[in-house]
């Protein structure tokens, strides 16, 4: 079992930056993958980063160059800095893991194993 806390949202204004954290618990946080997704209001879940146990990472086109993922093994703790924020980010930001398979690296939300309870990002002026 992992559980999964996200933390770090809030409002920002266009062209700002924001760091999300989330911070796990429960297993062996260094096996898994990461994945960071959001969901906009009346949108499907959409896939923003992956790194994997290997700290390789994967972003989507959509926000490459603009938010890098990273990870803390011995805080049991990954990272999301996003910059260059604009209107179209705003969402509720997850942070999800997992320990074996492709849906970090294809981003697909619900093949992950665990996910946790998102935070909200706004961005707006």
């Known amino acids: 079992q992992l559980q999964l806390v996200e933390s770090g949202g809030g409002l920002v204004q266009p062209g700002g930056s924001l760091r999300l954290s989330c911070t796990a618990s429960?297993?062996?946080?260094?096996?898994?993958?990461l994945g960071w997704f959001r969901q906009a209001p009346g949108k499907e879940h959409e896939g923003v980063s992956c790194?994997?146990?290997?700290?390789?990472?994967h972003y989507p086109d959509s926000v490459k160059g603009r938010f890098t993922t990273s990870r803390d093994n011995a805080k049991n703790t990954v990272y999301l800095q996003m910059n260059s924020l604009e209107p179209e980010d705003t969402a509720v930001y997850y942070c999800a893991a997992e320990l074996y398979g492709s849906s970090c690296m294809f981003m697909r939300y619900n093949g992950m194993d665990y996910r946790g309870k998102g935070t909200l990002v706004t961005v707006s002026s």
């Open positions: 429960g297993s062996t946080f260094n096996s898994y993958s």
């Open positions: 790194i994997n146990s290997g700290g390789s990472t």
